[in-house]
């Protein structure tokens, strides 16, 4: 009698051929989600969300950054403008947070949070630790491949109901 290697393989990211993926990519999302919804409430108490704080802290980045210089114009428009730009972005921080966290459209939350999270990493550069949003915004861009709804979220419940929508 002979035995195939296949036989033999097991896959240690399954339990009765159920992935472990999905519950992993929802601790992520859920962490992500903790983070932008803590951080919503940092700024919040810092003043950053008011014009002349969210002016002054984009006008640091401006001046101590090494972001090029089409990105400052960028960052320098939105200062100028601090006091729609602040609102706007209170906004985002606590909406990517709360759908995050309960995991609804994730994937395309996720992915608008991929994209802010680079915007705001690039405004950082050379004031701040290079990692400290480069993990979060990786993290961020895996959940949204990796449909991290699918597991513990809302997302889950419609993704009964349409299994192949692209968005959950």
Same mark, same amino acid.
């Given at each position: 009698? #002979? /035995?195939?290697? *296949?036989?033999?393989? *097991? =896959?240690? /990211? #399954?339990?009765?051929?159920?992935?472990?993926?999905? /519950?992993?990519?929802? %601790?992520?999302?859920? /962490?992500?989600?903790?983070?932008?919804?803590?951080?919503?409430? =940092?700024?919040?108490?810092?003043?950053?969300?008011?014009? *002349?704080?969210?002016?002054?802290? %984009?006008?640091?980045? %401006?001046?101590?950054?090494?972001?090029?210089?089409?990105?400052?114009?960028?960052?320098?428009?939105?200062?100028?403008?601090?006091?729609?730009?602040?609102?706007?972005?209170?906004?985002? =921080?606590?909406?990517?947070?709360?759908? &995050?966290?309960?995991?609804? &459209? *994730?994937?395309?939350?996720?992915?608008?949070?991929?994209?802010?999270?680079?915007?705001?990493?690039?405004? =950082?550069?050379? #004031?701040?630790? %290079?990692?400290?949003?480069?993990?979060?915004?990786?993290?961020?861009?895996?959940?949204?491949?990796?449909?991290?709804?699918?597991?513990?979220?809302?997302?889950?419940?419609?993704?009964?109901?349409?299994?192949?929508?692209?968005?959950?």
């Amino acid at each position: 009698m #002979t /035995t195939s290697a *296949t036989s033999l393989r *097991t =896959e240690p /990211t #399954t339990v009765g051929h159920q992935s472990h993926a999905p /519950t992993g990519l929802a %601790i992520v999302r859920m /962490t992500i989600g903790a983070m932008f919804v803590s951080v919503f409430f =940092e700024n919040l108490g810092k003043g950053l969300y008011s014009a *002349t704080g969210y002016a002054g802290l %984009i006008q640091y980045y %401006i001046d101590k950054g090494h972001s090029p210089a089409l990105w400052k114009a960028v960052m320098a428009l939105a200062a100028r403008h601090a006091a729609m730009a602040a609102p706007a972005q209170a906004a985002a =921080e606590i909406s990517f947070g709360v759908l &995050l966290v309960i995991g609804v &459209l *994730t994937r395309s939350v996720a992915f608008i949070a991929f994209l802010y999270l680079g915007s705001l990493w690039m405004s =950082e550069w050379g #004031t701040a630790w %290079i990692w400290e949003l480069l993990v979060p915004l990786l993290a961020s861009f895996g959940v949204a491949l990796g449909r991290g709804g699918r597991a513990w979220g809302v997302d889950a419940l419609l993704a009964q109901r349409r299994p192949s929508s692209p968005w959950w």
